[in-house]
């Protein structure tokens, strides 16, 4: 691997900065961890992590098709199931990546605790320090706690369902010219959907997911139910060899929705929404009426 020890010109992180209005710490925070997942993103494709996996979730959304609301983590899946995976191996070439912009950083491996497909790891930097680092004012830092530290999980699906969706490449410009490999915005939206119907999330509801789904569904993304079929069996939650029909679907969503705490959904979205008038029109009906919307590839 190349020596990228010293400190890039500092051009570069402007640029990525130039594109965020930042006034309060709640903007640089979102500003400061979208470019540590950029640079994150470009030291994996240096170490070919994308000749093995694909990017997804809300943060691929977000950073490859333009989702206009921050995320905090970076999910992959295998592009093929590989029980030996290690993502430890990729640690140092994140490290790299990010001192070379001047981020002091730990990436660190989370240990299991009990047995899954998911392996896991951790960007770990001191918050202030970094905030002040890509120029918020220290009159902000005030109230912050000075050891406070920002954390960005990676998680990636060792066992994806065996058949795959499909991927395609996309290119990112900053902090220099570089692809990304992606699964295309259907196969997103089903694995979207699959998070909003069979998520168990701390006895919480993650309102990133439905918001996601109003986002897909008012740009006429059509959903791949063949893939969404594959990810509900694997998980449990969807008969193998029964055929996932565009009519079932919306069953099952109207289902969650009946149990939807829309409170705590609003909640979620607090610090990750650019236009909060956007959640205030969350309601089960509003829901409801959306999933009428849907439009589906049949399975």
């Not at 959903?223 to 069953?251: C, F, T, V």
């Amino acid at each position: 691997m190349e020596n990228r020890s010293k400190m890039r010109s500092p051009e570069a992180l402007d640029a990525m900065l130039m594109r965020y209005n930042l006034n309060s710490v709640q903007d640089h925070k979102n500003a400061l961890l979208e470019v540590i997942q950029e640079i994150a993103l470009l030291g994996l494709w240096r170490s070919k992590f994308f000749e093995k996996a694909v990017f997804y979730g809300g943060t691929a959304l977000r950073i490859l098709y333009g989702l206009d609301r921050f995320s905090e983590d970076l999910d992959f899946t295998l592009l093929t199931p590989q029980k030996n995976f290690d993502i430890s191996k990729y640690e140092k070439a994140i490290q790299l990546e990010l001192n070379s912009m001047g981020f002091s950083s730990e990436v660190e491996k989370k240990v299991k605790t009990k047995q899954s497909a998911i392996e896991s790891a951790f960007i770990k930097l001191n918050t202030i320090e970094h905030l002040l680092h890509i120029g918020m004012p220290k009159s902000l830092s005030s109230s912050m706690h000075k050891e406070a530290r920002l954390k960005i999980r990676l998680e990636v699906d060792t066992d994806p369902p065996k058949d795959k969706a499909t991927e395609e490449t996309k290119l990112l410009l900053l902090p220099i010219p570089f692809s990304v490999k992606s699964l295309r915005k259907e196969d997103l939206f089903a694995g979207k959907a699959h998070a909003a119907l069979c998520r168990q999330w701390k006895g919480r509801v993650k309102g990133r997911d439905w918001y996601d789904l109003v986002w897909f569904i008012s740009r006429g993304v059509s959903l791949n139910l063949y893939y969404l079929k594959k990810r509900m069996e694997q998980s449990g939650h969807w008969p193998r060899r029964k055929a996932l029909k565009h009519k079932d679907l919306i069953e099952l969503f109207e289902k969650k929705i009946d149990s939807l705490d829309i409170s705590s959904a609003k909640e979620d979205m607090v610090n990750f929404a650019m236009d909060r008038s956007q959640i205030e029109l969350w309601s089960k009906e509003f829901f409801r009426e959306v999933i009428q919307k849907i439009k589906t590839i049949p399975s």
